[in-house]
């Protein structure tokens, strides 16, 4: 019930295009889900975050879907560029159990 | 340092031998989390520290790992005789405290490989 299901496992994208990666929930429990960036050789650097009393969250180029009803939540990354190539990690934590449950990841490669 | 700062950056080691892995918050937060990162994987929690409290150490895999932070700032990883399936990234993450929402920010690991 702590799993966080993530999907694809590798995306590849044109410059311009839209990268949508999608993670699933079981933990009915679960408030804060974050996402994460991370480059080779360094630490995941956070995104975006969602708490469910919201439907979308929007930062720039990245925006967040939650639908509390499904217990699905996604990245979206409109206008995708190839600095944007790196994994991307959805997680999910819980009021009085912070620790982040993390996805497997998506590899992201944005072709110029 | 303005980040989460991780030491060694490398660490090779044999089979059987005991590593400790640093842990530099950032300063003024009460929350420290260690995970661990294997091979194309996700990660996986280990423990974490909230200020004085007990810390939660649901997620060590085994007796052969212990943490300790110590005058709630550095915190130290130990690793007894160190397997092979140990060989991972080792991240540190801190937050101004577990209680609420706080963002978690990441050192960028220390990789550690046992021969």
């Known amino acids: 019930q702590q799993q966080v299901k993530q999907s694809p496992q590798s995306l590849i994208v044109q410059k311009g295009g839209i990268s949508i990666i999608n993670c699933a929930y079981e933990n009915t429990a679960f408030d804060y889900f974050p996402w994460y960036q991370q480059f080779p050789g360094k630490g995941p650097a956070l995104l975006i975050a969602i708490r469910p009393d919201v439907s979308e969250k929007k930062e720039g180029r990245f925006t967040i879907s939650f639908n509390k009803s499904a217990k699905q939540f996604s990245l979206h990354i409109m206008d995708s560029q190839p600095g944007d190539s790196a994994t991307y990690f959805c997680?999910?934590?819980?009021?009085?159990?912070?620790?982040?449950?993390f996805g497997s990841g998506t590899r992201l490669q944005v072709q110029p | 340092g303005a980040g989460v700062s991780q030491s060694p950056s490398n660490k090779v080691t044999e089979k059987g031998k005991d590593v400790e892995l640093r842990c530099d918050p950032i300063?003024?937060?009460?929350?420290l989390y260690w995970y661990r990162q294997s091979l194309g994987q996700g990660l996986e929690f280990l423990i974490y520290?909230?200020?004085?409290?007990?810390?939660?150490k649901s997620g060590l895999p085994s007796d052969r790992f212990s943490a300790e932070r110590t005058g709630g700032s550095v915190s130290t990883l130990t690793i007894q005789r160190t397997q092979q399936e140990d060989s991972a990234v080792y991240l540190c993450a801190s937050s101004h405290n577990a209680n609420s929402n706080q963002p978690q920010h990441f050192g960028d690991g220390t990789r550690l490989s046992i021969l």
């Open positions: 520290f909230q200020g004085n409290s007990a810390p939660d």
């Open positions: 997680a999910a934590s819980y009021t009085g159990r912070r620790a982040l449950t």
């Open positions: 300063s003024g937060h009460t929350a």
